[in-house]
Antibody, heavy 119, light 109 residues
Framework: QVQLQESGPGLVKPSETLSLTCAVS?????????WGWVRQPPGKGLEWIGS???????YYNPSLKSRVTILVDTSKNQFSLRLSSVTAADMAIYYC????????????WGQGTLVTVSS | QSVLTQPPSVSAAPGQKVTISCSGS????????VSWYQQLPGTAPKLLIY???KRPSGIPDRFSGSKSGTSGTLGIAGLQTGDEADYYC??????????FGGGTKLTVL
């Protein structure tokens, strides 16, 4: 059973950069699959942020592309999210996810981590 | 405004059947598989249906999915109080982006 666990600061100041990491257990990132991030503002719906293959170029949501970077660290079996110039609109629960290919369903989800944007 | 359109809420009595619609376009649902996710209160979403109508291991056959043209439908039969949750549809879009519906809140009366 693949396990995903998000970690990172729960509070980020406006205009700063949000950084999160997702540790993957019981599956080697090098084995394949796409690894991504989905967020959910409090009381609202899901929004895909982007996904990356362990050895390929990432796909980003066009609405966030200018501010997003997703990287993979195969040595630590984890991947990360960086979102720059955050505003209150970026406050959300951030989930890390796995999918077999970028256009395939998300079969595993992390438990999520709440990121608050406030000074 | 979500790319995929779902009803905000549906409700039905225990034991009854309910359907949730997900409307898109030829840029997304019309040319890609639909998946459905169940989000119980306070938890992460969970895959419920993939490839339009397939159930992951462990999902009861009370849950079903279908697709016709640019719309997908989730069906839940034999409703139980434990089915109360938010349900989301999702699919890949030609803009090279994943898109979701706005979510549907299911109430079991």
């Amino acid at each position: 059973q693949v396990q995903l666990q998000e970690s990172g600061p729960g509070l980020v100041k406006p205009s700063e950069t949000l950084s999160l990491t997702c540790a993957v257990s019981d599956y080697s990132i090098r084995s394949g699959c796409y690894w991504g991030w989905v967020r959910q503002p409090p009381g609202k719906g899901l929004e895909w942020i982007g996904s990356i293959y362990h050895s390929g170029s990432p796909y980003y949501n066009p609405s966030l592309k200018s501010r997003v970077t997703i990287l993979v660290d195969t040595s630590k079996n984890q991947f990360s999210l960086r979102l720059s110039s955050v505003t209150a609109a970026d406050m959300a629960i951030y989930y890390c996810v796995r999918h077999l290919n970028v256009w395939f369903y998300f079969d595993y989800w992390g438990q999520g981590t709440l990121v608050t944007v406030s000074s | 405004q979500s790319v995929l359109t779902q009803p905000p809420s549906v409700s039905a009595a225990p034991g009854q059947k309910v359907t949730i619609s997900c409307s898109g376009s030829s840029s997304n649902i019309g040319n890609n598989y639909v998946s459905w996710y169940q989000q119980l209160p306070g938890t992460a979403p969970k895959l419920l249906i993939y490839d339009n109508n397939k159930r992951p291991s462990g999902i009861p056959d009370r849950f079903s999915g279908s697709k016709s043209g640019t719309s997908g439908t989730l069906g839940i039969a034999g409703l139980q109080t434990g089915d109360e949750a938010d349900y989301y549809c999702g699919t890949w879009d030609s803009s090279l982006s994943w898109v979701f519906g706005g979510g549907t809140k299911l109430t079991v009366l």
